[in-house]
């Protein structure tokens, strides 16, 4: 037991220090060091049973490590609806929260292109109403998954396609397409 908590110790501490030494040395001299980008957008999923059409929402919040790399956390939210037979609705929601790593390919204060991959956890969950009252709500399914991304920067709009991959057979894959806004993160000279 004792073993573990210092095995755990030793990697935050370790991590704690490569996060430092990466800030110290690797600062974005061209751009501001932090960036918060508010999406909206659209989701699409081939593997629900009755629904694969979705209206997204999200944030994200990244740190320029350097001109042409950033991470960041981003939380996103997808709302599969649904009307079913016998006069009953659902709503299906996959949330997440992911570690993100970009790299910048054409870095142009004007314009940029970028692709990138984020780590983290789904979860999802169905609710469905029928009529007379009857509720009925699906256990909660976690999983871990991968997303990849390719993006493009104009100005303060970011236009992004997202393969969100999951793990777990009940929690469905899905490709993501969004417009967000971007709030700092920009060039110095502007």
Request: hydrophobic share 40%.
């Amino acid at each position: 037991m004792n073993q573990n908590i210092m095995n755990l110790k030793n990697i935050i501490i370790i991590t704690l220090f490569t996060f430092g030494v990466i800030s110290a040395f690797g600062q974005a001299p061209s751009y501001q060091k932090f960036e918060l980008e508010l999406q909206l957008g659209y989701a699409q999923s081939s593997k629900l049973d009755l629904v694969n059409n979705a209206f997204l929402m999200g944030a994200e919040v990244r740190y320029n490590l350097m001109d042409d790399l950033s991470i960041g956390i981003e939380s996103q939210a997808s709302l599969f609806p649904n009307v079913l037979v016998e006069e009953a609705s659902d709503l299906h929601v996959v949330s997440s929260g992911l570690l993100s790593l970009d790299r910048y390919i054409i870095n142009d204060p004007q314009h940029k292109w970028v692709y990138g991959v984020a780590l983290g956890e789904y979860n999802s969950r169905r609710k469905t109403w029928k009529e007379g009252g009857v509720d009925e709500t699906s256990d909660q399914v976690r999983s871990f998954g991968v997303a990849f991304r390719l993006a493009y920067e104009l100005k303060h709009m970011r236009f992004k396609a997202q393969y969100n991959y999951l793990t777990e057979d009940a929690a469905p894959n899905h490709l993501s397409l969004s417009i967000g806004y971007v709030i700092g993160g920009r060039y110095k000279g502007e």
